[in-house]
């Protein structure tokens, strides 16, 4: 993969850190600046979502050779597939929350719905309104503000999300057949819950569980969640809150250490955890047990 389009802004320091030098991020995003006038939207490697931000501007808009005209709606997003542009001329300045999904991820999601390579290519799109992608839209931006105190697994469950959630805006009609639900098989769900107690202190990947599960990265999340009750990044969230929970009572760390052996991205964000979860604040637990 390319970096980005000379025009967008750098990748956040903590998203690069979590995933390491020449590692792609499977979904990234910024707040971008759209001019007034005539605009062509950077030619990116990858897929990009655009939701628009802020209150309405009237814009005029290309599909295909005829133009037409609208006005954009905070929430709206429209898809630009990798490798095209779109065409905008805007009769004032507006901003847009950029979501770039690799269009790996979502060759991917097709194998896994059984669909060719075909199936794997985005249609362009121009102002579509959605409940789960504003949110996936909206989560990704509270994770850029924070300093992804969520970390990779967080993102890359947002990302395949958002990837089905495409898919199923495309082709409306695809899952209304209702289909048996597996289980991850006890033994291979051992493996990944013994692989993640030994890694928790690191930066976890739906990638990595999956290949210790030995299944492809669409149909780990289904099965893992089927056999748990849980998202995967939710069940490691929890096995995080309760180690530092033991290592809290125990009472002979610091914060720091505890939240770094416990696999949080700082003390603050174990304590928001630890109360979300427990009701409590590290102080708190740490009183208790004494």
Known sequence: ??????????????????????RTPLLDVLTSPVPSGRFDSPVDDRHVLCLHVGEPVPVTYRVGKAERQAARIH???????????TRWTLSGPARSLLLRLTPALMREAAEARGLGAQGAELDPAIHIRDAQVERIGWMMQAEDHDGYPGGRLFVDSLATALAARLFA?????EDSAPRRRHALPAWRLRQVVEYIEAHLDEELTLVELAGVAGFSLSHFKPLFKQATGLPVHRFVLERRVERARLRLMEGRKSLTEIAMEAGFSHPSHMARCLRRFLGMSPTEIARASQ
């Open 169 to 173: 805006l495309q082709s409306p009609t």
């Open 75 to 85: 929430g709206q997003f429209c898809v630009v597939p990798a490798g095209s542009s």
């Open 1 to 22: 993969m390319t970096d980005r389009p000379s025009c967008y802004p750098s990748l956040p320091a903590a998203l690069l850190k979590s995933h390491g030098p020449g």
